[in-house]
């Protein structure tokens, strides 16, 4: 046998990082441990120092039990802890750590240095660990309580120092495992600052609705239904927006059990189960959850970071949850908000689900099934958040005429050579363009476009299809160039988080590209200075709210391309006719011509159908004729 094929004992370094490799992935996750620590000390201050993103220095004081010399030795000693003793107490942990990990693994890829004096004695320790070497304590003036510094982190881990991201990006992390740890420890007082900066200040409060306010935005504190609820051992306090205010993403869901950020899918289901019918499909509400429950009704010793739970019954989480959001969705009287979102809908939502659902019905048992055969080509397109259905929040309907308009009678579009499309002002309003192989479309419920081609008959989408359009459009226009841009008479400031700004910083050239001009403004908040063209009825705050949704969502490695084909498809959501809207006989014209577009792309991985083809052959059948 090979010598170095040999089975060998790792070195206690080796094994140490290898442990750090799973618990810490970036300087946040040393945040949120040393945050947990202190939380687990009983602190009621914990303050937070950032230099250059956490790549420099990590330093957490709190005024917790603090630690004497010895435990200082042994609290970097991998699984030396002093939560947990037995087997038994593992299945009902009640501390944030149990581990014994975090300190032994962060030395081993960092320069520690712990200064910490426990209560009830005379002075503070100090202790200083790099890599394995442990230097002897010494004594150090200290108030009771704990104080770690983390410097140079993966120091001799080149292959995570390379991965680390720009600071603003690190700081965003760092921020967002600051504001959950925050959010489940409303009594705890918290500081953070980066590079000489303070950027939050919590003073300990009775509810997390203030730590809300005060993370996010009092605006968004107010908009949200306060829920308390106790039943089956299950304590549920929740704060929820209503259905009106769902996000683009589910960023905005924080659940926690006593005391812990999880996710798990049962109660994101349950929550999704709750708005459901409430919000457009692809919408997600805001929700922050915290749920107290007796600590043997689940395992959390399940991930590392402990970020997911197993429970010994997720049915009765997920059916607490949900009647408990649903009841109160019931109770409130969210019609207000609804109206005035939909004031110019001619056609209600519901009303809309009904029709497309009787249309599918219909068409679904217009064909006996072939076996084989699918019974309709439904041809779906990357649809993204595309449902038909999105507000124009605040602005009033968009009226499509004015919409196609300025798509068609731009310069460049005008070139009838500069790409496929036709400009809408030349198709005549009497003679379908096309091939002839179909005949004019018409509109049915302000919702479908209905067509007869030489095999059958067709039915489309009318926004699935716009919006394929005004993307394909924006994406050649993309690829020339920039999109076209007003400036804003009234700049609209928009508050953002330190992540939010620092996701704007760092995609400002895509952004620019799209024609969207944004400028820092004080420290909490940007001026929207340019707007596309193409978006002129569209409100400003709320899209720029959507897109730091699907910003935040994007990871950083998440190629640009990527993240500029989501932003079009949002735009082209947008910017497309809505279901609802009745469209003139030239606009169902134009648009019908390019209806190929959704017929072409044959493949949807996560979208709808948008179009559905009933063959000649179907309906003979159907009507007994073969
Ligand atoms: P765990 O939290 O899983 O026990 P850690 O490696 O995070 O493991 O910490 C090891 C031990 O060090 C803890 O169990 C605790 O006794 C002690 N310790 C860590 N941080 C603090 C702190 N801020 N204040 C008091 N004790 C601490
Ligand atoms: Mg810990």
């Not at 239904?225 to 905005?252: C, F, K, M």
């Not at 708005?275 to 997600?284: D, F, I, S, V």
């Not at 056609?347 to 217009?366: C, I, K, L, P, W």
């Amino acid at each position: 046998m090979d010598a170095d094929c040999r089975i060998r004992v790792l070195s206690d370094l080796l094994v140490k990082k290898i442990a750090a490799g799973e618990v810490v992935e970036r300087p946040a996750s040393v945040v949120k441990e040393l945050l947990e620590n202190a939380i687990d000390a009983g602190a009621m201050r914990i303050v937070v120092t950032i230099e250059e993103g956490g790549r420099q220095l990590i330093k957490i004081t709190d005024d917790g039990c603090g630690m004497s010399a010895e435990e200082l030795g042994l609290a970097v000693t991998p699984h030396a802890t002093s939560k947990i003793k037995t087997e038994d107490d593992l299945f009902a942990i009640s501390t944030m750590g149990f581990r014994g990990e975090a300190l032994a693994s962060i030395s081993s890829i960092a320069r520690l240095r712990m200064v910490s004096r426990a209560r009830g004695s005379e002075e503070g320790h100090e202790i200083r660990v790099t890599a394995d070497q442990i230097e002897a304590s010494q004594a150090a003036g200290s108030p009771v309580g704990t104080t770690i510094e983390v410097r140079d982190l993966f120091f001799n881990v080149p292959a995570r120092r390379k991965f680390l991201r720009a600071q603003s990006t690190e700081m965003g992390h760092i921020t967002e495992q600051f504001s959950r740890v925050a959010l489940s420890n409303p009594g705890i007082a918290f500081e953070l600052s980066h590079n000489g900066r303070k950027t939050q200040r919590l003073a300990s409060c009775d509810s997390p609705l203030a730590r809300v306010a005060k993370l996010y935005s009092p605006e968004l504190a107010d908009a949200l239904l306060p829920i308390r609820r106790d039943e089956h051992g299950v304590i549920l306090e929740a704060y929820v927006a209503p259905p009106a205010q769902s996000r683009a993403t589910t960023n905005w869901q924080y659940t926690f059990v006593n005391g812990r950020y999880i996710r798990d899918r049962s109660i994101q289901h349950a929550i999704k189960e709750a708005y459901r019918g409430l919000t457009e499909p692809n919408r997600h509400g805001v929700v922050f959850l915290f749920l107290r429950v007796d600590p043997q009704s689940f395992d959390v010793n399940v991930h590392p970071t402990k970020i997911e739970v197993r429970w010994a019954d997720s049915r009765l989480i997920h059916s607490q949850v949900l009647s408990a959001l649903r009841e109160t969705f019931q109770r409130s009287d969210l019609a207000p908000a609804l109206r005035t979102d939909r004031a110019h809908a001619p056609v209600s939502e519901a009303e809309q689900d009904r029709v497309r659902q009787e249309m599918a019905t219909m068409m679904r048992d217009a064909t006996p099934i072939q076996p084989g055969q699918p019974r309709f080509d439904s041809l779906g397109v990357n649809t993204g958040h595309a449902d038909g259905l999105t507000n124009q929040r605040g602005g009033g309907a968009m009226e499509p005429q004015r919409v196609w308009r300025e798509l068609y009678s731009d310069p460049v579009r005008s070139d009838p050579t500069a790409d496929g499309f036709s400009p809408y002002n030349k198709v005549s309003p009497v003679l379908p363009r096309s091939s002839g192989t179909t005949r004019r479309a018409i509109q049915m419920h302000n919702l479908y476009l209905v067509a007869e081609t030489e095999e059958g008959i067709l039915i489309v989408d009318q926004h699935a299809l716009h919006e394929r359009v005004i993307y394909e459009q924006l994406r050649t226009r993309i690829t020339n160039g920039s999109l076209e841009s007003q400036r804003l008479l009234l700049p609209e400031t928009i508050r953002v988080t330190a992540r939010q700004a620092s996701l704007l910083e760092s995609n400002g050239d895509w952004l620019q590209r799209l024609g969207i001009e944004v400028s820092t403004f004080g420290s909490d908040s940007v001026a929207v200075q340019s707007f596309p063209s193409l978006l002129k009825d569209t409100d400003v705050v709320p899209f720029m709210t959507d897109l730091l949704d699907r910003l935040a969502q994007q990871s950083a490695e998440t190629s640009p391309d990527v993240v500029i084909n989501d932003l079009l498809s949002m735009m082209a959501c947008k910017a497309a006719v809505k279901a609802g809207d009745s469209l003139t006989v030239e606009e169902i014209d134009a648009l019908f011509e390019h209806r190929d577009l959704v017929e072409k792309s044959s493949s949807c991985p996560h979208g709808r159908p948008t179009m559905l083809r009933l063959s000649k052959a179907d309906l003979n059948r159907q009507f007994h004729r073969t």
